[in-house]
Structures are given as structure tokens and as C-alpha cells.
């Protein structure tokens, strides 16, 4: 018989960035390519001052965002007609198929959040929705 391989804890120190589809600079953390994680993504994103993300939504997965600094905002709905708005110590909750649309409400200071997602792929679910962009 052969042997398994017995799952591990691992601790990741975001470093490496990659940019996502969603227009963003992502750092690279708990994720199936780097871990092996089959349930769960979780990542950090810095949105530049005045910066917007691409309009995209996640098919089947469910988001949570949690605002370290600075000042987030997101438009969503079917037609991004919504609007809400996170401070540092929110948690901000994204159900899965809701369009939005990510941005730094700040000219001046980088807004930084740790990102969770029950896709367990850093990029697989992103689907974009340019036709949503103004």
C-alpha cells in the first residue's frame, strides 16, 4: 500500500504580488497553489489612492473582506447601482454572483484589506463585466 500524505499547518507571509484580473495588485497568501487549501482563499489587495478595480463577480463563491487602513468602496447589483462604503475594522460580505466593482475612496492614502473567498483558487471564479464599467 502506499503511504498518504498526512495534511499540514502552514504559515505564509505575504510577498510575492500578482495582478488579478479584477485590475488589482494582490499579495500572494493561503490559496490551492500555495498551500494546497481546497475550501478557501485568503489574500491581501493595497488599492492605490483613487484607484478602481475592473467590474467582475465570483459564480460560486462567497467573500468577505476585512478593511486594515484607508478607506474602501464598491459599487454592486446587476447594474452596480448599489453603493457601500468600509473603514478600517469592517468586514464587508460579498455573496457569490453579486457584479461589483472595488475603489479607494482616498486621493491619498493606499487602502489595505485581507480578502477571504470559499474558492480555493487565487483567480478561478473571476469572471469580468466590462459591459458594467462607466
Request: aromatic share 6%.
Given at each position: 500500500m ?72 464598491m ?25 461589483h ?34
Amino acid at each position: 500500500m502506499g503511504s498518504t500524505k498526512k495534511p499540514t499547518c502552514s504559515v505564509i507571509r505575504p510577498g510575492d504580488e500578482y495582478d488579478g484580473k479584477q485590475g488589482l495588485s494582490y499579495k500572494a497568501g493561503i490559496a490551492a497553489e500555495t498551500v494546497g487549501s481546497t475550501g478557501i482563499c485568503m489574500h491581501m489587495v493595497e488599492i492605490p489612492p483613487g484607484a478602481r478595480g475592473n467590474a467582475h463577480m465570483h459564480e460560486s463563491h462567497e467573500t468577505a473582506l476585512y478593511v486594515l487602513s484607508g478607506n474602501s468602496e464598491m459599487w454592486y447589483g446587476d447594474n452596480l447601482e448599489e453603493y457601500v462604503t468600509a473603514d478600517p475594522g469592517d468586514l464587508l460580505y460579498i455573496p457569490a454572483g453579486v457584479p461589483h466593482l472595488p475603489g479607494n475612496r482616498s486621493d491619498t492614502e493606499p487602502c489595505v484589506a485581507v480578502i477571504a473567498r470559499t474558492d480555493p483558487n487565487e483567480q478561478e471564479s473571476v469572471v469580468l463585466l466590462p459591459e458594467l464599467e462607466k
